[in-house]
Structure formats: structure tokens, C-alpha cells
């Protein structure tokens, strides 16, 4: 195994799925998925569940069209640091209540780290901020 591919630790010693992939990662990192015991197992697919129908289905696809589009904005960081600071919460309660690794969120919130989509959707809901975009066409 080479390098840890979440934070670049020179041993990756464990695979893990972290949001949906199969990573490489450190011994540390591996707390930020689930660890695979045996790492010849396929990933499986999520269910998917409820709607159907063509209308549904249209719908679902040009959301997830609109998503794979959005991109983070330059100055996440400063906007999520300037919300926490205004609502006063701590980076342990905003992590437990977006059910994210808090030593990560603290990461992504100081411009470390550049979050997913997935937890800067989560970030936008908890803190009522906008920090995606769909950037203009040139």
C-alpha cells in the first residue's frame, strides 16, 4: 500500500469506503468510513427506494445534473467561519448534528481542506449559508 489518499500520510495501511469509495487510507482516516475487512469485496450499490414514474425520473436526473455541475465557492472557508461565529456554535455540536468527523469539519471549516458536495450541502442546511454554485457557461 503507498500513501494514504485522504491526508497523504505516507502508509496507508487499511481500505475503507468513505462517502461511497473505495479508499486507500491511514489508520487515522479509516475512522472517516467504514473499514473493509476483506478488501476483495465489491462495493455495493445503494438501494434506491420510493419514486417512480417517467416525471420522477426526469426530475431526479436533471437534479442530479444540476449537482454534478455545482462547484464550491472560493471563500468557503471565510463564509463558514463567519456563520459559526455568528450563531456561536461549537465545532463539536455542528459536527454531531451534520453526523460528520469533527477533526475533518475543523479541516474544511480553516480552508485545509476542500469539503465534498456532500457535507458542503450538509454545511449549507446546518449554517443557512450558500457556499455551492453552478458556475456560468463560457
Known amino acids: 500500500m503507498g500513501d494514504c489518499e485522504v491526508c497523504g500520510a505516507k502508509k496507508a495501511v487499511k481500505a475503507a469506503i468513505i462517502e461511497g469509495v473505495r479508499l486507500e487510507v491511514c489508520v487515522d482516516c479509516a475512522r472517516l468510513g467504514k473499514v473493509i475487512e476483506n478488501p476483495a469485496v465489491a462495493i455495493q450499490k445503494p438501494k434506491t427506494g420510493g ?23 472560493e471563500d468557503y472557508a471565510e463564509i463558514l467561519r463567519k456563520q459559526i461565529s455568528r450563531i456561536g456554535i461549537s465545532y463539536s455540536q455542528l459536527a454531531r448534528s451534520i453526523d460528520e468527523n469533527e477533526s475533518y469539519l475543523k479541516r474544511v471549516v480553516h480552508g485545509d481542506t476542500l469539503p465534498t458536495l456532500k457535507l458542503a450541502k450538509k454545511l449549507e442546511k446546518a449554517l443557512n449559508v450558500k457556499i455551492t454554485e453552478i458556475p456560468e457557461e463560457k
Open 51 to 73: 419514486v417512480s414514474g417517467s416525471a420522477a425520473h426526469r426530475r431526479d436526473k436533471k437534479a442530479a445534473l444540476e449537482s454534478s455541475r455545482e462547484e464550491i465557492v
